[in-house]
């Protein structure tokens, strides 16, 4: 089959030029699709997705009926991204990580950036997300983020822009590692001749960078998570299981002795690093949330008295505040002196009064989002929204400003997606993943998300999204 | 290994050997009835709930005994948490928090396993008249079951205190039965040795898959030499002795890695019931009285279950 009926309508496209001429990257799976059918084509997502479950990469949905394991969709056709670009934004995200770590600190220590006026103190000390009990903390090697799953999205004019920074434990990373297993048998010539660079050091690079943190030779590594009844579960089990390290839940560990220990047939073993999967809040009921029934308590005092390294660091969610995220660009040129490589959303912030009002007027034409909600909730997209919504959004802005932020509706980038019977564009995102340990790692390419439904922006598997595999090339 | 993982192989496998005995009291009950249809269900079925010790629940939650419903009861019945569903539903639950410490094939084949019995547990009229094929699949699926561990995952602590749960198990149902067939079903003294004696005799021998091989080596049906392949036969994998000697060779296996534990609780135990059964004969067993037997070995078996837990699994802060 060829594409030459494939229409970009208007959007900016991955794979065409507005002039409808194929981009390099992607003239080998060009070549190849033209001797298929949009039947081979099918038969290969079928395949795909058979495989997807047999793999047992799948995200649990639970009923009464005891609960059942769905996979998120993954869509055959990848995204490709050309090396030039990528390296670019490679260093567009080591900057950012930099100066977000950087502020992290200084937030809980020196405070340095409100003395110099550059983030008004009154912005930190309103988020949900700033934790009293990390002030004066000095985590294992001053790494706070070791672990970030940046949201990318490319506007309408072709800018690659960050939407979100999302340092507080990130998901996702399984799906971009067996996606591209998937691709391997789904197209491996195309994969050869297109020559794209490998991912699957993410998991070395992972349990090195635990081990860089931990600050001793062979240490004990683990992954705490909710339990099968959080949706990621198997994301968890995976990485512990690609790390060759123990899966732990909070009954598994206990705090005796100023360190942290899990419970084991040969008696109580002591843990050094904690890759962590759940919240902040949950991690210790005696500091934090007193509800938890996922924390092990006593935990973060070993943590304070640098015995057991966590990953990542309890408080890092103050730099995930989307009303912070309108200054990251001021904290780059603050703590490093350089210019933002990759550019922000624009952003209102209702806290302002001019924002504010800007906001209101325009709100049919914007999307609001609260300061601290994830995964797609507490927003409001205006163009698709009711006027009743509009009114409701309103008078939340008003009630609380500081926690709205209003941002243009950007029409996402798209990419040749298979729809039933044929190939239309949908649009994407794209989340890359960060590792801060000795040095800041960056996995060629990231799990593209894509909205599966015909003119949906919304990318969210909890809303009708898939996945791609993203291709980077050399 | 962590102390949860350890526990959930343990249990995976003594929930699985469970609900393959259940299947073979059931099966071969069924197969029973046909043969002695004068004999109403209360005198025929009740035993077998005896055997489980679930009774009083099945009273509370049928009342009157009917072959339908204690069919229904041990089989699919989530009340009963030592029925066939809840047992292979337990084990799936065990498995799946414990997936990334399980091969793959292991993890397929308790999901599916489970599947087919809860699919079949929706549509239980139709098999209720003719069952024989589903307990096969429940027997086979236990058996499968143990194949793959063997072959699929290393034979390290996980794989021993896999094996243990299920030698465990095995030795306390097999005892079981036994004291079903000699407390519940005891005939009048002269009806000993009559056929329908011999006929119940036979079944106790086949609900363990026993008969071929007790008829390989002892020919003749003599209660007492029944009793003797049962219990204290040193090549028989379902005989009390066999499984309690084998589960002590896995005890000593995990204690084996293990700093300072020589002297535990549990080996003591099932060390000295070992030696005991190696050198008793069926003589000594009646002398002593053959339930109160059956009901010390029961006694001694949850107590190393109970020794294992606290060694193990509790680990104290």
Known sequence: MTLDSYNTEGFFDEMFTSDHQLKTGYVPFVNYIKHLTIEDLAHKQVAAEHSLMALGITFNVYSAEGGTERIMPLDIIPRIIEGREWDRLSDGLTQRIKALNLFIHDVYNQQQVFKDDVVPKSLIESSKCFLKPCIGLEPPKSIWCHITGTDLIRDQHGVMRVLEDNLRCPSGVSYMLENREILKRTFPKILDETQVRPINGYTISLREMLEHIADKPSPNIVVLTPGIYNSAYFEHAYLALQMGVELVQNSDLVVKNGYVNMRTTKGLKRVDVIYRRIDDTFLDPLTFNPDSLLGVPGIFEVYKRGRVALANAPGTGVADDKVIYAYVPKLIKYYLGEEAIIPNVDTYLCENELDRQYALDNIADLVVKEANEAGGYGMLIGPKASKQEHDDFRKKILANPRNYIAQPTIQLSRVPSLATDKIEGRHVDLRPYILYGKEIVITPGGLTRVALRKGSLVVNSSQGGGSKDTWVLY | ?317
């Open chain 2, 1 to 317: 290994m962590l102390s949860r993982v350890a526990n959930s192989i343990y249990w995976i496998n003594r929930y699985i050997e469970r609900a393959e005995n259940y299947a073979r009291f059931i099966g071969v009950n069924a197969n029973l009835a046909l043969d002695t249809a004068n004999i109403p269900d209360a005198m025929q079925w009740m035993p077998l709930v005896a055997t489980t010790a679930d009774e009083e629940l099945y009273k509370d939650i049928y009342g009157e005994p009917s072959q339908e419903d204690i069919f229904n009861f041990l089989t699919f019945d989530n009340n009963n948490s030592n029925s066939v569903y809840a047992c292979v539903m337990n084990a799936r639950e065990n498995a799946r928090t414990i997936r990334e410490n399980i091969s793959i094939e292991m993890w397929e084949h308790i999901n599916g396993f489970y599947h087919n019995v809860r699919d079949t547990a929706n549509k239980k009229q139709e098999i209720l008249p003719n069952p024989r094929e589903f307990l096969k699949s429940v027997v086979q699926g236990s058996q499968l079951l143990s194949g793959i561990e063997d072959s699929t995952i290393s034979h390290t602590e996980g794989w021993h205190f896999g094996k243990l749960g299920r030698f465990l198990e095995r030795a306390d149902k097999t005892a079981r039965l036994l004291d079903v067939k000699y407390f519940i079903l005891l005939p009048s003294l002269d009806e000993v040795g009559s056929v329908l004696d011999l006929i119940q005799w036979s079944a106790v021998l086949k609900s363990v898959s026993a008969f071929m091989m007790y008829r390989r080596k002892y020919g003749q049906l003599l209660p007492n030499k029944i009793v003797e392949f049962l219990i204290l036969d040193k090549d028989f994998p379902r005989s009390v002795y066999y499984c309690t000697a084998s589960a002590q060779v896995m005890l000593k296996n995990i204690l084996r890695t293990h700093r300072s534990s020589v002297k535990n609780p549990a080996m003591q135990k099932l060390a000295m019931l070992n030696s005991e059964l190696y050198y008793t004969n069926t003589k000594e067993i009646m002398k002593f009285g053959m339930h109160e037997y059956i009901d010390r070995l029961q006694t001694i078996i949850n107590e190393v279950n109970d020794e294992i837990h606290e060694m193990f699994f509790a680990v104290k802060d």
